[in-house]
């Protein structure tokens, strides 16, 4: 089944006080959407995020996580050790992660299976970067990196993903994809999903639009019928914010 969810991603924000002081002021705060809603600060401060959540129905989740699992593998984190501190979901394949910590297509693949294997949900994220869109180059390039990193699977598989469009240009810039510009790639990757693994696979698929989302642009972006959420950076620091996005359902 399709659902609406909305992820605050952390990044490298908030040190632990600072954590728990989020979430204490996103625990005040009302939610009138049915959206599914999750965090995901900071790895060193998941089992307390995890901990002081527990009541509440916003899930915690991790930022990243390593393939093997365990090892020589100075500074990284495996499936079971997050799962061992009450996380179930991951996101992989941030742009940030892609450009920044050199992951490929090929290493986000054992990536997914690893959380797979793991029984963890993903939150698959993928997007093009200006000089690709410039070029008209963006359905090229998104079509790519789902089929590298995600179409060795099988149609089962899917049940676990989420995925999340965030055009590069537009995360922390200020600059948002239009809403006709979500909507139109959202309908793409749903169109990739449905020739690939057949219509059940594609509708069912939750595809989260990223990328300077705020709560003034919300609503017209949640209001396509392909965006059925959101991954927020920046507005996902400062609880007000965060649910005003959360309650634009
Ligand atoms: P932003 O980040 O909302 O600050 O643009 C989105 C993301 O990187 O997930």
Same mark, same amino acid.
């Given at each position: 089944?399709?659902?609406?969810?909305?992820?605050?991603?952390?990044?490298?924000?908030?040190?632990?006080?600072?954590?728990?002081?989020?979430?204490?002021?996103?625990?005040?705060?009302?939610?009138?959407?049915?959206?599914?809603?999750?965090?995901?600060?900071?790895?060193?401060?998941?089992?307390?995020?995890?901990?002081?959540?527990?009541?509440?129905?916003?899930?915690?989740?991790? =930022?990243?996580?390593?393939?093997?699992?365990? !090892?020589?593998?100075?500074?990284?984190?495996?499936?079971?050790?997050?799962?061992?501190? !009450?996380?179930?979901?991951?996101?992989?394949?941030?742009?940030?992660?892609?450009?920044?910590?050199?992951?490929?297509?090929?290493?986000?693949?054992?990536?997914?299976?690893?959380?797979?294997?793991?029984?963890?949900?993903?939150?698959?994220?993928?997007?093009?970067?200006?000089?690709?869109?410039?070029?008209?180059?963006?359905?090229?390039?998104?079509?790519?990196?789902?089929?590298?990193?995600?179409?060795?699977?099988?149609?089962?598989?899917?049940?676990?993903?989420?995925?999340?469009?965030?055009?590069?240009?537009?995360?922390?810039?200020?600059?948002?994809?239009?809403?006709?510009?979500?909507?139109?790639?959202? =309908?793409?990757?749903?169109?990739?999903?449905?020739?690939?693994?057949?219509?059940?696979?594609?509708?069912?698929?939750?595809?989260?639009?990223?990328?300077?989302?705020?709560?003034?642009?919300?609503?017209?972006?949640?209001?396509?019928?392909?965006?059925?959420?959101?991954?927020?950076?920046?507005?996902?620091?400062?609880?007000?914010?965060?649910?005003?996005?959360?309650?634009?359902?």
């Amino acid at each position: 089944m399709r659902k609406n969810i909305v992820a605050g991603n952390w990044k490298m924000n908030n040190d632990l006080p600072a954590t728990e002081a989020l979430i204490l002021d996103l625990l005040k705060q009302e939610q009138t959407s049915n959206a599914e809603v999750m965090i995901a600060p900071t790895t060193v401060s998941l089992f307390q995020a995890f901990n002081a959540t527990k009541n509440s129905n916003i899930e915690v989740i991790a =930022q990243n996580m390593h393939y093997a699992e365990s !090892g020589a593998y100075t500074g990284e984190i495996s499936a079971s050790m997050l799962k061992s501190v !009450g996380v179930k979901t991951v996101i992989l394949g941030h742009s940030e992660r892609r450009a920044y910590f050199n992951e490929t297509d090929e290493l986000l693949a054992k990536k997914v299976d690893a959380a797979l294997k793991n029984n963890m949900r993903i939150i698959f994220c993928f997007g093009e970067e200006l000089t690709d869109r410039k070029a008209g180059n963006q359905e090229k390039i998104v079509g790519s990196q789902i089929k590298n990193a995600l179409f060795h699977l099988e149609a089962a598989a899917f049940k676990h993903i989420v995925l999340a469009y965030e055009p590069v240009w537009a995360i922390g810039t200020g600059e948002t994809a239009s809403p006709k510009q979500a909507q139109d790639m959202h =309908q793409f990757i749903r169109q990739t999903l449905n020739t690939k693994y057949g219509n059940q696979v594609a509708d069912d698929m939750t595809i989260l639009y990223g990328g300077s989302v705020k709560p003034a642009n919300a609503k017209e972006i949640f209001g396509k019928p392909d965006v059925d959420g959101g991954l927020i950076g920046g507005a996902a620091l400062k609880s007000q914010d965060f649910y005003a996005i959360i309650n634009a359902f």
